[in-house]
T-cell receptor, first 114, second 114 residues
Framework: EAGVTQSPTHLIKTRGQQATLRCSPI?????VYWYQQALGLGLQFLLW???????NRGNFPPRFSGRQFPNYSSELNVNALELEDSALYLC?????????????FGSGTRLTVV | AQSVTQLDSHVSVSEGTPVLLRCNYS??????LFWYVQHPNKGLQLLLK??????LVKGINGFEAEFKKSETSFHLTKPSAHMSDAAEYFC????????????FGTGTRLLVSP
């Protein structure tokens, strides 16, 4: 069984640009979660998608957005990049039973804003 | 609301000695609890999970954790540390409030010396 795959593994952008990160969940998983892991700030919940809908978002500005496609893959977009957006962005998926049984994480996309 | 507190930011052990990583949780109802491990520049891997079955949970790589409701604790242990155990460990709580997400602790960095 393929795990959660994220692309690209590394991304370097200039301040003010837009970044697009992609995530493919495990087959059969309908929920996708995005987390930001910035240095010194731990893991912060960004967004939760389920069945194509945004179900909840964390305390992040609107320039962080995303979507989930009919095949349950997901995209995270970060507009007007700021230096402090530099972080490891982790995607996770869970089956329809929800997080009671844990998430499966991808290896992440390391975004560097210069 | 749920929360977790990891009592140690760093734990240092010698190879072959026991490991204890401490975690206390807060939840207004019966939680699901997890331990995840993150090796440098990698995503998160699920070590073990408690979902209201047996209170002593065995995970991968010889780790186990015991759910103690009276102490609101879910400490992670391993009888004998291996060099490859050096990583960041996250205690995580989940619960259904109509909104599914995991709440992460701040992490404990385990250092293993020869």
């Amino acid at each position: 069984e393929a795990g959660v795959t994220q692309s690209p593994t590394h991304l370097i952008k200039t301040r003010g640009q837009q970044a697009t990160l992609r995530c493919s969940p495990i087959s059969g998983h309908t929920s996708v979660y995005w987390y930001q892991q910035a240095l010194g700030l731990g893991l912060q919940f960004l967004l939760w998608y389920d069945e194509g809908e945004e179900r909840n978002r964390g305390n992040f500005p609107p320039r962080f957005s995303g979507r989930q496609f009919p095949n349950y893959s997901s995209e995270l977009n970060v507009n007007a990049l700021e230096l402090e957006d530099s972080a490891l962005y982790l995607c996770a998926s869970s089956n329809p039973a929800g997080p009671f049984y844990g998430y499966t994480f991808g290896s992440g996309t390391r975004l560097t804003v210069v | 609301a749920q929360s977790v507190t990891q009592l140690d930011s760093h734990v240092s052990v010698s190879e072959g000695t026991p490991v204890l990583l401490r975690c206390n949780y807060s939840s207004s109802y019966s939680p699901s609890l997890f331990w995840y491990v993150q090796h440098p520049n990698k995503g998160l891997q699920l070590l073990l999970k408690y979902t209201s079955a047996a209170t002593l949970v065995k995970g991968i790589n010889g780790f186990e954790a015991e759910f103690k409701k009276s102490e609101t604790s879910f400490h992670l242990t391993k009888p004998s540390a291996h060099m490859s155990d050096a990583a960041e460990y996250f205690c995580v709580v989940s619960g259904y409030t109509g909104f599914q997400k995991l709440v992460f602790g701040t992490g404990t960095r385990l250092l293993v010396s020869p």
